[in-house]
């Protein structure tokens, strides 16, 4: 006997009203990107994390190919032919953060032996990968490498300053406390001071070396005093327990400057302990 009459079938719906094949896998697939979605939105702020860059004590430091005042310190310096002129023993900083001028004691120029010269560091090449730096020298016109500055302007700005007026000092943190001893710079492959290295005192509670950036006009909210004995921190204790270590060895062997020249090894001196 014939059954009752089906009731019409409606889109994505049989007769028996149940949901065809085609209906329940269209459903499955949105089921499945919303799935996703949610789970591509809790997994971006992960993500980001991880692509915040480096380290607080890395500042970008490794993998520049920059170098530090003692390598600078320690080149030999010669001329565009190849003369031996002598070796860098201070450089100047001006108020840019940028060097200035290279001062070399110099074993003979321009017929004067043993002399102190000092050369804009617009006229150094690093040499990379050499031993040494070379130095773009006009022969004619002596008075232009006095360390004093050209006759008609003896004096250098007032808010320059040499590298060993900083290198040595005592570092102190904000508010006053101890910290340790400003150990080396670094500097940008265009000599720019990027940050002081630092070596924690036997009497903090850290070890190894710490990079900070190197802001003269952010020095524990002090005007900037390369004259004075001590560097001050803009950070606290605290602060500066939450850093981590920087790698300083690393970042010297990588240096654009031939440091092992230098040292007079085949590789770049450990740090000094």
């Known amino acids: 006997m014939a059954g009752a009459p089906r009731a019409p079938a409606t889109f994505g719906l049989d007769a028996d009203?149940?949901?065809t094949p085609?209906?329940?896998?269209?459903?499955?697939?949105?089921?499945?990107?919303?799935?996703?979605?949610?789970?591509?939105?809790?997994?971006?702020?992960?993500?980001?994390?991880?692509d915040e860059g480096p380290a607080p004590s890395d500042l970008g430091l490794i993998g520049s190919q920059g170098f530090t005042a003692e390598a600078l310190l320690q080149q030999?310096?010669?001329?565009?032919?190849?003369?031996?002129?002598?070796?860098?023993?201070?450089?100047?900083?001006?108020?840019?953060n940028a060097i200035s001028r290279v001062v070399i004691n110099s074993d003979g120029f321009l017929g004067?032996?043993?002399?102190?010269?000092?050369?804009?560091y617009s006229a150094i090449d690093l040499t990379e990968g050499e031993d040494g730096i070379?130095?773009?020298?006009?022969?004619?016109d002596t008075d232009a490498y006095s360390i004093f500055g050209p006759a008609e302007g003896r004096s250098t700005a007032a808010s320059s300053f040499r590298v060993s007026s900083l290198m040595g000092d005592n570092v102190l943190l904000k508010g006053g406390g101890a910290f340790?001893?400003?150990?080396?710079?670094?500097?940008?492959?265009?000599?720019?001071?990027?940050?002081?290295?630092?070596?924690?005192?036997?009497?903090?509670?850290?070890?190894?070396?710490y990079a900070f950036p190197f802001d003269r006009d952010d020095v524990a909210e002090e005007a900037f005093d390369p004259s004075a004995t001590s560097y001050t921190l803009p950070l606290d204790r605290d602060a500066v327990l939450e850093e981590e270590a920087f790698?300083?060895?690393?970042?010297r062997k990588e240096s654009i400057l031939n440091v092992a020249a230098a040292d007079g090894e085949g590789a770049p001196e450990e740090a000094p302990e």
């Open 180 to 209: 340790g001893y400003l150990a080396d710079l670094a500097f940008d492959v265009d000599g720019r001071l990027q940050a002081v290295i630092v070596r924690p005192d036997i009497s903090f509670d850290a070890e190894g070396y």
């Open 22 to 50: 085609d209906r329940q896998k269209g459903a499955s697939m949105r089921i499945g990107n919303l799935v996703l979605a949610f789970s591509a939105l809790f997994a971006t702020p992960a993500l980001a994390q991880s």
């Open 17 to 19: 009203g149940d949901q």
């Open 247 to 251: 790698d300083y060895d690393a970042y």
């Open 76 to 96: 030999d310096v010669e001329g565009q032919d190849g003369e031996a002129i002598g070796e860098v023993i201070n450089f100047e900083i001006g108020d840019d």
């Open 134 to 140: 070379r130095a773009s020298i006009e022969e004619d």
């Open 112 to 120: 004067v032996d043993e002399t102190v010269i000092a050369v804009p």
